[in-house]
């Protein structure tokens, strides 16, 4: 092979400075890759734009579908109420005797077992109330003649349930929704009125529990005229809006045209903020409930992500045109040597791949000791042979393509095989270097030897196929078990409340007093259609910690504890049990959430207690190791150290006892609460007789699953 004299003897060759072919090239690039990033961030810019209207659309049908369906529940089960006070009264009329015992036991028991309504009465035909679940009869007697609500019932026997205006409650003074039914006597006369009152204040209580951004709303709405039955924020320029008739006509067309559910977006006339609203339908009954997120905090985030875009849109094209001019300074500089001779040299003969040396007429100039175990030829054999004559899949008509593709100046790579003189076929992958040395021209080919990559991409690729099989049949099982679990509990539900009613109402058809075999089997029908009904509720909630967003924000832990205590006020009465509580901290989780862990863990405390002893409940916080520990202790029973995991297991329950209708899964689902906010939860022997539950929250956030630090 030729030999070239030291860079340091090549003369020197100088021509007129004009830019080469590369150089304009590297500018028409450099223009045209600045032009297409422009292009690129412009149509991203506007695409997050869209993203978040769109977004804006998704969470405000997610949230008025699922606040839709929770205000629906509501009204249902005052409904369910209604019909049961409803058929003791219409039973009462039909009965000679003048004991209203069994009534007015039925007007407590609906308000017992519809918290959210604030009473249920009982009128007579002239309009006046005869018994309430606030008093026996007469207790505050007042008269709803003059209501809406009772005429309709009086003067339309087919109204069925009748549900009013947002008005203020005569005997509460609070903003009510009043839903009352029709009584009628034996011969089908109007008889009176059974009705509930359900706060407006309750129902904006639940959407301020909903995490708005500032600016966003929620609204209940009365179908037909559209006014507002509450509404959070419940205050607009410092006035209350429960009753406003003022709505945006863009709602009245969207409800006529779509009835059941709709999104769009508008300025609401009510505070002039321009929100993307969705509404839904609540089930069967006359109101609309409305979200509305407002487009002002959507364009706040959407230009400091623009911003951001544009920022690295100006970087990237000032580091490409800097580079460029560095390039084009360089190649001015290589100018200057452009009349250079040029030696490029191989020192490859210990390499590890085979390298060839080939002339523009294929002709071998050079091969490594590689090339020469590859091609089972000595290196003077190597030199004396024709590209085409080593076994590769070469002629010379392909050789004559391959080299007008390789004298453009770019590498070109193949996948190729090598036939032996002892018959074997290696597969290789050949990248071609172009060469230019003197007057000559060169093929510099690397050949690699590709049987042992081959072996092993196939064999990871049969394993990957494998384990995404397995992975793809493990996700459909998850996801078609979750979705089967979800929807039996959903759909179990209507059948058992069904059985716990008509139970119920075959108890009041049935001539009094019933045999006390029928009477107690009426009394297990109803003990476990409403243990049913309270294993599906809870099932169906553990199921869907899964899905609850971790916190983004801390939230008062006493206003927890708080909601907590006002939930179990009659069972404490009832034990009379103590609880003294220490200050809370804010704690990174949800307020409603926190007030379950709460209500399941002290309902424990106050329901497993020794004889004669009172219940004592202690509830203190700390903070240690950047966590926060909250405690909870009683002097109850206690736990045995060895069960002390089997508690937190779904339907244990380690001393069942008479009279107590626990589903076991309280203390479980308190704990998954917990770690899907990140934390953790277990038990701990205090130094006096009873229990010590303590759950520890981080400082700050971390992911659910996120070990501590």
Not at 63 to 84: D, H, K, N, Q
Not at 699 to 704: E, I, N
């Amino acid at each position: 092979m030729q030999q070239a004299a030291p860079f340091e003897k090549i003369p020197r060759m100088t021509k007129p400075a004009r830019l080469s072919p590369l150089a304009v090239r590297l500018i028409i690039i450099v223009v045209c890759l600045n032009a297409f990033v422009l292009a690129i961030s412009g149509l991203s810019v506007y695409t997050s734009r869209q993203q978040y209207y769109v977004r804006a659309e998704i969470m405000s049908r997610n949230v008025s579908a699922i606040l839709a369906e929770t205000v629906s529940g509501y009204i249902a089960r005052i409904e369910s109420a209604l019909l049961v006070i409803v058929d003791e009264a219409e039973r009462d009329l039909r009965s000679p005797s003048d004991d209203r015992h069994y009534l007015l036991a039925a007007l407590k028991r609906a308000k017992d077992r519809v918290p959210h309504a604030l009473l249920f009465r009982v009128t007579g035909p002239d309009g006046v109330t005869r018994l309430g679940s606030d008093g026996g009869e007469a207790a505050k007697e007042i008269s709803i003649a003059d209501r809406d609500y009772f005429k309709t019932l009086r003067d339309h026997p087919e109204a069925g349930m009748a549900v009013s205006q947002p008005l203020k409650g005569r005997l509460t003074g609070e903003w009510v929704v009043v839903l009352g039914r029709r009584i009628t006597d034996a011969e089908g006369r109007f008889a009176g009125v059974a009705y509930a009152s359900m706060a407006v204040k309750q129902v904006s209580d639940l959407f301020s529990s909903v995490d708005l951004q500032q600016d966003d709303a929620i609204a209940l709405r009365a179908a037909g005229h559209l006014g507002a039955v509450a509404r959070f924020p419940e205050l607009v320029a410092g006035e209350q809006v429960v009753g406003n008739p003022t709505v945006s006509s863009k709602l009245k067309l969207m409800t006529m045209e779509y009835p059941d559910k709709g999104t769009y977006m508008t300025k609401a006339p009510i505070d002039g903020i321009e929100r993307v609203l969705s509404y839904h339908k609540v089930g069967s009954y006359p109101f609309y409930l409305v979200v509305g997120v407002s487009t002002k905090s959507l364009m706040g985030q959407w230009l400091g992500d623009a911003a951001k875009v544009v920022v690295l849109t100006l970087v990237f094209m000032a580091i490409t045109i800097a580079g460029s001019w560095w390039m084009l300074l360089s190649l001015q500089a290589r100018q200057a040597l452009e009349g250079r001779l040029r030696l490029i040299e191989f020192a490859v003969d210990h390499a590890a791949e085979a390298v060839l040396l080939l002339r523009s007429n294929g002709q071998v100039v050079y091969g490594n000791a590689a090339a020469s175990d590859l091609f089972q030829r000595s290196p003077s054999d190597l030199r004396r042979c024709l590209i085409w004559d080593l076994g590769s899949s070469i002629d010379s008509d392909d050789w004559q393509r391959h080299w007008q593709d390789l004298a453009k100046g770019e590498p070109v790579t193949v996948a190729t095989g090598i036939r032996r003189s002892d018959d074997s076929t290696i597969p290789v992958i050949v990248t071609a270097n172009y060469l230019s040395f003197g007057e000559e021209e060169f093929d510099v080919s690397i050949i690699r030897d590709i049987r042992d990559q081959l072996r092993h991409e196939n064999d990871l690729q049969q394993a990957l196929a494998v384990s995404q099989e397995l992975g793809n049949a493990l996700a459909r099982k998850n996801d078609e078990l979750a979705r089967f679990t979800e929807i039996l509990a959903h759909h179990m539900k209507e059948p058992v409340r069904l059985q716990h009613i008509f139970a119920q109402r075959l108890a009041r058809v049935l001539q009094p007093p019933l045999p006390p075999d029928v009477q107690q089997s009426i009394d297990f029908i109803v003990d476990a259609a409403t243990r049913h009904l309270a294993l599906l509720r809870d099932a169906q909630r553990y199921l869907s910690i899964e899905q609850s967003p971790p916190a983004t924000h801390s939230y008062p832990g006493d206003a927890a504890l708080d909601r907590a205590l006002e939930h179990l006020r009659q069972h404490i009465n009832a034990v009379g049990a103590t609880i003294n509580r220490h200050p809370l901290p804010e704690l990174p989780i949800d307020t409603q959430a926190l007030a379950e862990v709460f209500v399941a863990v002290i309902d424990n405390a106050i329901t497993y207690t020794r004889p004669d002893v009172p219940p004592q409940v202690q509830i203190t916080a700390d903070l240690r190791d950047g966590e926060f520990i909250v405690s909870i202790t009683d002097n109850g029973i206690g736990i045995p150290i060895e069960y002390y995991a089997r508690v937190f297991r779904v339907f244990e329950q380690l001393e069942p006892r008479p009279g107590l209708r626990g589903t076991g899964i309280g203390l479980p689902l308190a704990k998954k609460i917990i770690e899907s906010q990140g934390g953790r939860m277990w038990i701990e022997q205090p130094a006096e007789p009873g229990t010590r539950i303590c759950f520890a929250l981080p400082v700050g956030f971390r992911p659910p699953g996120a070990s501590r630090p």
